[in-house]
């Protein structure tokens, strides 16, 4: 993509403060922190849940400490249902309810 995608040490600053709640509990149980999770799905299919119910469908290009995401090859999706299909995009971090892998 032509935009301007952040290294991976910008992500660990995207979830720094959930990271840290969970530092302790990873530690001792070997579950995955948010920053982890965030690294390993760039580049891979995501399912990207706004605060207003919508999904967006795509490959998760890159995100910054902001939580902005830039998907590639992006559906949308009202209810279940595809109503758009975009190329590149870009979703403001403020709206993003969650993101989720789909493999």
Known sequence: SDGVCFPTTAIAATATATATARGAMAAAGGKQTPSDFLKQVIG?????????GVDYRGVLACLDGFMNIALEQTEEYVNGVKTNSYGDSFIRGNNVLYISRTD
Do not use: G, H, T
């Open 44 to 52: 891979r299919p995501v399912i990207v849940k706004l605060n207003s």
